[in-house]
């Protein structure tokens, strides 16, 4: 008897397309049954970009308030929703969705569903978000082109006909940062990460199911030819790897590439006899999202204090140990690919060959930072005391709870951050503060007692899309009101 | 015939012919310099030693290094004595290229593959656009000839895949695009300025022009690619949605080397996976084990490709193509075996650069 298999097809314009390419992702399914995704070949993504007004128009179609409302029905349809799944009249629900992720990516079930609840809330909170990016701009806006804000008219127009993004599989939550594209009546061709094909996926058809026009989504599980199909074809593109692929994109203006983001915690010289009081956001940054995610810490410079705070965190990180992925506190990850956690235990331990660092969490672990358990691989929280602040090992950033302590002055932090996506600031140092604001180097600032992976939805995060796909022009009229 | 005896036919049609070609390349009245000097340090005599195709196997794999670093000259069999000669070089090599030579053996392919193909296909009369590597390649001739051969003249845009393997080595991706662009704008300038009705390409330069016109909209009535791999997908997506199903699709594999493999009809069974058949008997594929390739694989297993090619004009035994593919069953119109989904040697476990032009 034939296999039965669940196929996730490619979605053009929001049609599914079954490619003879396929992936096996194998037997991930509650029901037991295989799970394969479609392959789309480059081809077919630069053809349907030809037709993207097909996309455009359906948006327009629909004012942007009821596109609003839409996403807030979304969020609660992505949460709770039997949403269409497959190609043969299938159905998914959460519980399906959570297991189905948690056995593709590694993540246990409560990081799947604290994930899960991250984009249901950037879609609930739609409309504040798309306050922040705008900075109160009304709604009318998207639908008219102009808005008035206190006595000027202010006209905006699309210089993207299209946002292509190709996502990442290590963090689900990840997917929260395309949504407001549509709200914004922009059409978006998403490339999955080969591990998560479920989450956009899901989040398509609840947006489908709540009212938005199928048109407006392009879902292409493809190729690396395929990825850079969709980046090069949209109008713009958003992009996540490593810091090869930020090299790679570094040219193109229309691309924004998000690397490895080597977030970190600062502790002012203000706070630092204060670090107990900061020792919880210290850990939570490093570790919350099982260690996942671009806005975790893979740094923390204190001024002074090295030896305490490195090993109070050191003993808290120590005890957050694997657990079944079904279980309620389970808080790290296992790896899809075993081989990919054991070349990082590798290169972390051939790191410390180089002296000047020292992994202080050893000393408070049972056992090694290798475990095969509950049938899988984790590598276990780790903490790198770095005596040497420019060791190796001082400003790298893995995809499980790694983080290196660092001592340096405050007056020399800003200096040494490099590129840094998130960094928290422990201080209430007024000076320091507008030394902060005015670095470079900082995309996301926190300021406080604050972990790195909080989350304010009137913030843009990881660059302001709206800016990103809407620019300003000068409007003007002697004759009548504009907006 | 029935299909056993036509593939029987075909053994026995291939052994004699080996015969024969080893007899006029290791021949002192027809050889060549390059084989016969080879014979004397080999310590055995081909002529006399190989009966049939089976006895190549005592060949090890041709090293194609031998047609970069050896004067063609003298691979010239005494028999054509000084006749004047085509040099023609293989696609994307960088440095010293590998040549062979030739006479009339592009004819000799090309005139059968027109052949194969009824008058409706190519229309007969229809002028035809070549768009790919012209300059020293063999294909330049080739593609004038088979348009000659069906009453009409051919146009060509030149495409050369050394700059391209250069611009992609050099990580120049920016630059590789441009000059795609570059080849598909002056395509599409014969195509509205000329009335062509068939073309030969690649298959990335056709999806190239169909991004920017519509193939049979322009008139196009049979399209001819051949160079890089195609998945069953990619051959659907080509004949669904580039040719718009509305454009005879002509599939082929081929090389300087080989001359070139026909591909069969597709059938609904075959759900777009594409078998090619060599120009057999002067061209030979099989498909090894890439551990001895005196070994075939089984039907339907993936293997590396193995050519040999024997005409009275070159020998060359048993190379090791840089491609796998599966190894299919004889059909009716070709009754020796095929080779399925080709595909670059490795290229699961590899990178390789392909598939740009």
């Known amino acids: 008897m034939e296999e039965k298999i669940s196929h996730i097809p490619v979605l053009r314009f929001g049609e599914a397309y079954r490619s003879l390419d396929t992936n096996d992702l194998g037997n991930v399914l509650r029901s037991g049954v295989r799970l394969e995704v479609s392959v789309a070949n480059a081809g077919i993504i630069r053809r349907d970009k030809l037709s993207i007004e097909k996309g455009r128009s359906a948006l327009r179609a629909i004012p942007a308030d009821t596109l609003l409302d839409y996403a807030e029905k979304a969020a609660e349809l992505y949460l709770d929703g039997e949403l269409p799944f497959g190609m043969d009249g299938e159905t998914q629900s959460v519980g399906d969705y959570v297991a189905a992720l948690s056995e593709l990516t590694g993540l246990p079930h409560s990081l799947c569903r604290s994930n899960m609840f991250k984009v249901a809330a950037a879609l609930q909170n739609i409309r504040a978000v798309l306050t922040g990016l705008t900075r109160g701009l009304p709604p009318e806006l998207f639908d008219k082109g102009c808005a008035r804000l206190g006595d000027i008219d202010m006209n905006f127009y699309p210089i993207a006909d299209s946002l292509g993004v190709t996502l990442p599989s290590n963090s689900p939550g990840v997917n929260s940062l395309w949504l407001p ?232 932090m800003l200096a040494a951050i490099g590129s840094t996506l998130v960094v928290s600031a422990v201080t209430e140092s007024e000076e320091w503060m507008s030394d902060l604001m005015a670095s470079p180097d900082i995309d996301r600032l926190n300021l406080g007692s604050v972990p790195t992976n909080w989350v304010q939805w009137e913030q843009p995060h990881e660059g302001n899309l709206f800016e990103f796909l809407y620019r300003r022009r000068a409007i003007q009229s002697k004759t009548r009101r504009i907006a | 015939m029935d299909s056993t005896n ?132 063999r294909l330049r001739l080739a593609i004038e000839h088979l348009a000659n051969r069906r009453g009409g003249a051919c146009y060509f845009i030149d495409l050369d895949p050394r700059w391209v393997k250069r611009l992609i080595r050099d990580g120049e991706y920016d630059m590789a695009r441009k000059y795609k662009e570059h080849v598909a704008e002056q395509a599409i300038t ?123 004009e070159f020998f060359m035994p048993r190379f090791l193509e840089r491609d796998e593919a599966i190894r299919r069953q004889p059909c009716e119109r070709f009754p020796w075996d095929g080779v399925g989904d080709v595909r670059p040697f490795e290229s699961t476990t590899k990178k390789v650069i392909e598939g740009v032009y």
């Open chain 1, 181 to 412: 594209a549509l709200v914004m009546k922009t059409p978006v061709f998403l490339k999955p990460g080969r591990e998560d094909p479920l989450t956009p996926y899901r989040i398509i058809q609840a947006m489908i199911a709540a009212g938005f026009p199928k048109e407006a989504f392009g879902f292409y599980p493809t190729t690396h030819e395929g990825g850079d199909a969709i980046l090069l074809s949209c109008g713009r593109g958003i992009v996540f790897g490593s810091d090869a692929t930020v090299k790679k994109y570094s040219g193109y203006s229309n691309i924004q590439v998000h690397g490895s983001g080597r977030s970190k915690v600062l502790i002012g010289d203000d706070m630092a006899e204060d670090w107990e009081s900061h020792l919880d956001v210290m850990v939570e940054s490093v570790s919350a999202n099982g260690g996942r995610s671009c806005i975790n810490a893979s740094s923390v410079m204190v001024p002074s204090h090295f030896d305490e705070i490195s090993n109070a965190m050191a003993k808290k990180m120590a005890a957050i140990e694997p657990r079944a992925r079904a279980e309620e506190d389970a808080l790290i990850c296992g790896f899809a690919n075993a081989d990919f956690a054991k070349a990082m235990d590798e290169a972390i331990d051939d790191a410390l060959k180089t002296p000047g660092a020292v992994d202080l969490t050893a000393k408070y672990r049972n056992g090694p930072r290798l475990v095969e358990k509950y049938g899988q691989t984790f590598l276990c929280p780790t903490l790198i005391a770095c005596s040497d602040p420019d060791h190796p090992l001082a400003n790298t950033e893995y995809m499980f709870p790694f983080v290196s302590v660092v001592e340096r002055p405050q007056s020399e």
């Open chain 2, 190 to 312: 014969i195509m509205k300025g000329r009335k062509i009705g068939c073309m030969f390409t690649t298959p990335t330069i056709l999806e190239s022009l169909a991004e920017r016109i519509s193939i049979p909209g322009a008139g196009i009535k049979g399209v001819f690619v051949g160079g890089t791999t195609m998945t069953p997908q990619y051959v659907r997506f080509l004949t669904e949605e580039v040719l718009e199903g509305k454009v005879n699709f002509a599939p082929t594999y081929g090389n300087t080397l080989m001359g070139l493999a026909i591909s069969r009809p597709l059938t609904a069974e075959d759900n777009y996976s594409l078998t090619y058949y060599a120009p057999q008997p002067r061209a030979i594929l099989r498909i090894v084990n890439p551990k001895d390739s005196t070994q075939g694989v089984e039907y339907d297993e993936y293997g590396r490709v193995e050519l040999s090619t024997m005409t009275k």
């Open chain 2, 6 to 137: 036509a593939v029987d036919a075909a053994k026995e049609d291939l052994d004699r012919y080996t015969r024969e070609m080893v007899q006029w390349h290791f021949s002192s009245e027809t050889g060549s310099p390059y084989w016969l000097d080879w014979a004397k340090e080999a310590g055995w005599n081909p002529a006399e030693e190989v009966k049939a195709f089976e006895d190549l196997m005592r060949f090890e794999n041709f090293d194609d290094e031998v047609l970069r670093d050896t004067d063609p000259a003298r691979f010239i069999p005494a028999a054509f004595g000084d006749r004047p000669y085509n040099i023609f070089e293989t696609g994307g090599t960088t440095g010293m290229p590998k040549q062979r030579i030739g006479w009339e053996d592009y004819k000799v392919d090309y005139s059968e593959f027109s052949d194969y193909y009824t008058d409706d296909f190519f229309p007969k009369g229809e002028n035809w656009l070549m768009v790919g590597p012209t300059g020293p390649r």
